[in-house]
């Protein structure tokens, strides 16, 4: 099967796919054309009032004392240019921001509906930071190229094509001399973009990675502090800001010449200085009228102005582009897939059945494990770190689906049951399973959202956590930070257990915390978690065998294969890994 792991999803960020763009704004194609169109036609009217300044300066110059008519019909068609300028340019930004509201609410509700579809192990495979960039900074690029990047390239690209159309009117040489200034402008941009793809793909990669790696940083500050600076999310920043600064610094010194003639060119100073010379000797050869070439003054020197947003744009589309590949790869990852027959188990004992499980196709996590969870009993699973404990349990709730074998739920077939009804029927009391910033009470009610006041109150005392919310400030409803902040390690665990008791859920599946807690917090965790165990079928992911003594079944776990399986009083008769790992342990504990 494909693995739900996703190799580097920032390291291929640069890499977008072509059309990618396309394909998503498809639903609102309509839409871009009305906006294009209408912001073509703004910027057309836009250029008129200058137009008709131009022509009434010709008409006054040539016969200063006749024609009051035409120079009063000019002001009217300049006016009219300057009205329907403003008029269409709010049209066009009202169609452009209507596109842009009803794709972005479409991405995004696109977007939290596959995210709810995708198993939980992509999530943590890939980090918050790539689902938070995609909901904001890669639907940001979206919005820049809608909402501005694609009228300001149909406007400048219009300004050009009716400008030009007027100067060649005018007067043809001085038309040219413009065009060969804003021609030799484009070459010397062609020639300081000519790296650019590289460099802009390695630049807005560096960036990307420096955002996921300030979420990571934000998420986990606690461990980044506690480990100082030599954290591994503190490299991974570290090394996106070199990466960034070298990135951009090979790009300046490449381009420095071409973009300082880019600017040069591109100024109104360049324009007004070729058309004034070339202007001046024309008018000295007879070629030109001054008025002529009071025209070019006004129209063709504002023309750099009307054309360096474009560039901009241009940067804003590039932008877009990777932004959009990046959500359709999101888009593309397989969701969980759902059962065609789905199937209710009436029990709720669970079943490995040559169990497989492979993260990256090589090298096996799980390889063939076979064992029965009766229902009312406790299955602990030990082995040493790394041997796939928890990810034999992440295989149960189906973060990931077995790579071979299968396992079965009264009977059922995990991939057979509705993926809602197989989180139902299971209590997940993980390590890393947060708490969210909402009151106490709200923590608790997740287990069975409606549950009433009394409800949680009687699952926390059963958790043997009600003492320790009594004395909180605002007892039930005082507010939590995401981390739980003001709760210990052992109180924090058994909120999440008064959540599982709460949601009254036939199998418990729990991860056992790493970190040993005090005497008295671990009696309280243990008292608590007998409550949740009575009359379900309990997996428990033991790190201290001490706690996990008294289990019905061990499940001896080593790199991946089940080596011994048995009550604890059997396998230390059987002097085996289990017994090596005990005297271990109790000779460190003694
Ligand atoms: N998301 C992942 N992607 C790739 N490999 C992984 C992933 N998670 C775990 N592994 C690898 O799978 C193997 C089993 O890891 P697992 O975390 O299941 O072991 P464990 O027994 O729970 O270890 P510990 O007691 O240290 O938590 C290890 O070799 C580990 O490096």
Wanted: a negative charge; proline letters at 4%.
């Amino acid at each position: 099967m494909s693995t739900t792991t996703d190799a580097d999803p920032e390291q291929s960020a640069g890499l977008a796919k072509p059309g990618a763009l396309a394909r998503l704004f498809a639903p609102i194609r309509p839409y871009l054309i009305v906006c294009g169109t209408l912001s073509a036609l703004s910027a057309a009217a836009g250029i008129v009032p200058y137009i008709a300044a131009a022509e009434i300066a010709r008409i006054m110059l040539d016969d200063p004392a006749g024609s009051a008519a035409a120079v009063w019909t000019w002001v009217g068609v300049g006016a009219a240019g300057a009205a329907l300028w403003l008029v269409l340019l709010v049209q066009s930004s009202r169609v452009g921001h209507y596109a842009d509201a009803a794709i972005l609410h479409s991405l995004r509700t696109r977007i939290v509906r596959h995210l709810g579809a995708l198993p939980l192990g992509w999530f943590r495979s890939v980090g918050s930071g790539r689902v938070k960039r995609a909901m904001t900074g890669d639907l940001e690029e979206m919005h820049e190229v809608i909402a501005h990047a694609l009228g300001q390239l149909t406007g400048a690209v219009t300004v050009m094509a009716v400008a030009a159309g007027y100067l060649f009117f005018v007067d043809v040489p001085m038309a040219l001399v413009v065009l060969a200034v804003l021609g030799l402008m484009g070459i010397s941009y062609r020639v300081s973009m000519r790296s650019m793809t590289a460099h802009v793909n390695r630049l807005i990669t560096a960036e990307g990675r420096i955002s996921a790696a300030s979420v990571e940083y934000a998420d986990g500050i606690q461990v980044v502090k506690a480990f100082g600076t030599g954290g591994q999310v503190m490299r991974r920043f570290d090394d996106a800001v070199d990466e960034y600064a070298e990135a951009f610094a090979a790009w300046v010194s490449e381009v420095r010449y071409s973009s300082a003639m880019t600017r040069l060119l591109g100024s109104e100073m360049a324009v007004l200085t070729a058309v004034t010379a070339a202007g001046s000797v024309f008018i000295a050869h007879g070629s030109l009228t001054v008025a002529g070439l009071v025209a070019f003054l006004v129209v063709a020197v504002g023309l750099p102005a009307s054309v360096l947003p474009a560039v901009s744009a241009a940067q804003g589309v590039r932008k877009g582009r990777m932004g959009a590949a990046n959500i359709e790869r999101l888009l593309s990852r397989p969701p969980l897939p759902e059962p065609d027959r789905p199937q209710v188990p009436a029990r709720h004992d669970v079943e490995l059945d040559h169990v497989s499980f492979t993260y990256d196709g090589k090298t096996r996590a799980v390889e063939d494990v076979s064992a029965v969870c009766p229902m009312g009993r406790v299955t602990a699973i030990v082995g040493p770190s790394g041997a796939g404990k928890t990810t034999l349990a992440s295989l149960l709730p189906r973060f990931y689906d077995v790579t071979s074998g299968s396992i079965r739920i009264g009977g059922v077939d995990v991939r057979s049951i509705p993926s809602a009804e197989l989180l139902r029927s299971m209590s997940l009391v993980f390590q890393d399973v947060a708490l969210l910033r909402d009151s106490v009470a709200e923590n608790i009610r997740i287990g069975r959202p409606g549950a009433d006041d009394a409800a949680v109150r009687r699952a926390a005392e059963a958790a043997h956590v009600h003492d320790v919310i009594e004395r909180l400030p605002d007892g039930y409803d005082t507010l939590l930070d995401a981390g739980g902040g003001r709760l210990s390690g052992g109180e924090r665990q058994r909120l999440t257990i008064a959540r599982a008791i709460l949601s009254g859920a036939p199998i418990v599946v729990l991860d056992e915390a790493t970190a040993a807690l005090d005497p008295d917090s671990e009696a309280a965790v243990q008292d608590a978690l007998a409550t949740l165990a009575t009359g379900k079928t309990v997996i428990v992911i033991a790190h201290r065998l001490h706690t996990i003594a008294g289990a019905d079944q061990i499940l001896v776990l080593d790199r991946g294969r089940l080596v011994e399986r048995g009550a604890h009083d059997e396998l230390l008769a059987r002097d085996g890994l289990y017994a090596r790992m005990w005297a271990a342990q109790e000779g460190v504990l003694a």
